[in-house]
């Protein structure tokens, strides 16, 4: 949950606004940090507010600010130029976002170009509360964040929808954008409220990404994934990198949200295929020109690799995360001292394995021995 400013010059110099201020940030980048207290969550509009004071040619911005469209508009703005002019966003623009974060625009586009959705409603229908599951879920929300199973006869409140829970894998397709065109980057399964790694009932808590032997994602799958990326994209005129969100039954994906911004699984991309991410979504987003990347092919490579985000299951306090810094499968280290909340993020930890689940089974060695390890009290 970070802001990136950026000029447009060779090397990209970066000034990060985020809520962590992280051991492990690049050398390269300029880092501030929001003042928070514990189990308090990342502001988008004060991240914007703080932006403002940042000289930049260009401005980039991940989770949570594709629910806050205001927020998106105010990176645009610096001291000298006001609200109406300024530097370059590189990401979807808040008309975009609008329209794209409508749960049920979207579902119904998808339906009338025959791509399986879940039903998503402002309610749930007597005659389906019986035959079917469901999930109440917050229109502006992410990461799994405030969504609840339906339980039959509760009325659906103001801010949440009501959509038909599919039984499946969850799984995403990761894209960059421009011309009405997509690039398809990668496919992964998702790790959704697992208790290896703290997280409960929905919440995101990792990914990892498929190769072409995966039993789940196989050709067919992803071919689907694949024509879903590119019919959002020509339909609601997305730019730079973007994701939706899938499960995956009986070989067929449901769509279930489209996360029009930088997400989480794409540091997967960038470290198993070599893609420069951040580089791809400046191009594109800035002179409107896509990789020439084929997945089908890079897939074929048939390990997998994952990262889990480790949650605190208690309150507490960190020991001395620095020795964290010397070994490659932990990022997002952070300062030593640091108190955290019970459901806050700590780290993440990466892992390979030969297929999914044997990645699976090394993230969650990995994250048992951190967490019993002597650095967390």
């Not at 409508?102 to 409603?121: E, H, K």
């Not at 190769?211 to 997305?238: K, N, P, R, Y």
Request: proline content about 6%.
């Amino acid at each position: 949950r970070c802001l990136i400013v950026a000029p447009p010059k060779a090397g990209f110099a970066v000034t990060a606004i985020d809520a962590f201020g992280d051991l492990d940030q690049h050398p390269a980048v300029r880092s501030l940090s929001l003042p928070r207290e514990p189990g308090m969550l990342f502001n988008a509009q004060s991240a914007a507010d703080a932006g403002r004071a940042v000289d930049a040619d260009a401005v980039a911005y991940l989770s949570p600010f594709e629910n806050h469209r205001r927020a998106v508009e105010a990176l645009r703005a610096t001291p000298s130029t006001g609200l109406r002019a300024g530097r370059a966003l590189w990401g979807n623009p808040p008309d975009v976002l609008r329209r794209v974060r409508d749960p049920f625009l979207v579902a119904g586009l998808l339906r009338r170009r025959g791509f399986a959705s879940p039903m998503t409603r402002v309610d749930v229908p007597a005659d389906f509360a019986s035959s079917k599951e469901w999930l109440l879920k917050p229109f502006n929300s992410g990461g799994g964040h405030g969504v609840k199973t339906w339980a039959p006869g509760a009325r659906v409140s103001p801010g949440v929808y009501a959509q038909e829970r599919i039984g499946g894998v969850p799984a995403s397709i990761v894209f960059v954008a421009a011309g009405s065109r997509s690039v398809p980057l990668g496919v992964s399964r998702q790790l959704i409220g697992e208790a290896a790694f703290g997280a409960s009932e929905f919440r995101y808590c990792g990914n990892i990404l498929a190769s072409a032997a995966d039993e789940v994602l196989t050709d067919t799958v992803v071919q689907s994934m694949i024509a879903l990326a590119a019919c959002v994209t020509e339909q609601f005129g997305l730019i730079g990198l973007n994701g939706i969100d899938c499960i995956v039954k009986d070989d067929v994906p449901y769509a279930i949200e489209v996360n029009p911004r930088w997400c989480s699984s794409m540091e997967l991309v960038e470290q198993h295929y070599g893609v420069s991410i951040f580089g791809v979504h400046a191009t594109a987003c800035g002179e409107g020109v896509l990789p020439d990347f084929d997945l089908r092919s890079v897939r074929q490579d048939r390990s997998a690799i994952g990262k889990a985000i480790i949650f605190a299951v208690t309150d507490g306090a960190l020991g001395d995360t620095r020795a964290w810094l010397t070994d490659a499968t932990v990022r997002d280290v952070p300062q030593p001292g640091e108190r955290f909340s019970a459901g806050q993020p700590i780290c993440t930890i990466f892992a390979t394995g030969a297929d999914a689940a044997a990645c699976r089974v090394a993230l969650s060695r990995r994250a048992a021995a951190l967490l019993n390890s002597q650095t967390i009290s």
